[in-house]
């Protein structure tokens, strides 16, 4: 499995790179910081090992995989990072070169006293799946240096790099797509926070015209990789609606155990939203 993302799904990169992620984020499941921007696991989980970050050098295996995803990262440069989906591309390509190479190496000379238990079988490229998770700090910093109408104009724009990016990977030889759609941006406590005014927000106190900016994001994903099947016919493309699975914890928040979602940082352990979060995320996986 090879993820590309933001921190929805950065399991490490950001915090190994740059600033590491502090206390009381890991709290509830790791019972410590584990370079995650949350409390617990992320919706990356499957019936794998955890996926090791790309950018962590201490200690990571890559033998089920790499998580090239790193907080704040964006489709389009400049965004919040510079790790952005074209860096994470490359990133890939570069990483796919030289275990690829490295396993070949130890194959011809079994004398060489180096280990591959921790690396990728070149063979198992083709067969592994490629998610992404990514498109929300475009819509977040687009909010932040732009108007409302730029922002819904640059759309095709973030979705046709996220497309090309798709036709590189394929050129590799990727063929298992897992594509998660963009959450209620305008849900975000800082965004609530400070991007409320008058007429501006939905019954449940969401920002109005992020969420719309998010749909519309949602609605060009989708008919996006409705056309990717078309020109990759030997593909598998799965399309997962993230929105609407956040949306419902959000609308709902005070009958999960929370009751100010602008207050939001951590979940105790002991709330009953943490096994909801963990039942429906794992429902919208499959």
């Known amino acids: 499995m090879y993820n590309f993302g933001d921190s929805n799904s950065d399991t490490g990169g950001i915090s190994a ?46 033998r089920h995989g790499a998580n090239f995803a790193t907080g704040g990262s964006s489709v389009r440069p400049p965004g919040f990072s510079q790790f952005n989906l074209g860096i994470q591309i490359s990133q890939f390509i570069q990483f796919k070169a030289r275990t690829t190479t490295l396993y070949n190496q130890l194959n011809l000379n079994r004398r060489i006293a180096l280990s591959i238990s921790n690396i990728p079988r070149p063979a198992e ?19 932040q240096t732009m108007s409302e109408k730029q922002v819904l104009d640059s759309i095709s724009h973030i979705i046709g790099e996220l497309a090309k990016s798709i036709h590189q990977l394929y ?8 594509i998660h759609n963009t959450g209620p941006l305008g849900c975000l406590p800082y965004n609530v926070i400070y991007g409320k005014k008058a007429g501006n927000l939905h019954k449940n106190g969401c ?17 996006e990789i409705s056309w990717l099947r078309t020109q990759f016919p030997f593909a598998k493309f799965t399309y997962v ?9 959000i609308s709902n928040a005070k009958n999960l155990g929370v009751s100010d979602m602008n207050m939001l940082c951590c979940f105790d352990s002991s709330s009953p939203l943490k096994y909801v979060i963990s039942t429906i995320t794992i429902e919208c996986m499959e």
């Open 17 to 62: 790179a740059l600033n590491e992620i502090l206390q009381p984020n890991g709290e509830t499941f790791f019972g410590h910081p584990a370079g995650r921007a949350s409390d617990g696991r992320l919706v990356l989980r499957v019936k794998l090992p955890y996926l090791g970050a790309y950018l962590d050098s201490i200690g990571t295996n890559f």
């Open 125 to 143: 490229f083709s067969q592994a799946l490629y998610t992404y998770d990514i498109g929300q700090n475009d819509l977040g910093h687009g909010f």
């Open 171 to 178: 050129k590799e030889g990727t063929r298992f797509f897992w």
């Open 207 to 223: 920002v109005k015209s992020q969420n719309e900016a998010a749909m519309e994001f949602n609605s060009q994903l989708k008919d």
């Open 241 to 249: 609606d993230v929105y609407s699975a956040k949306y419902a914890f």
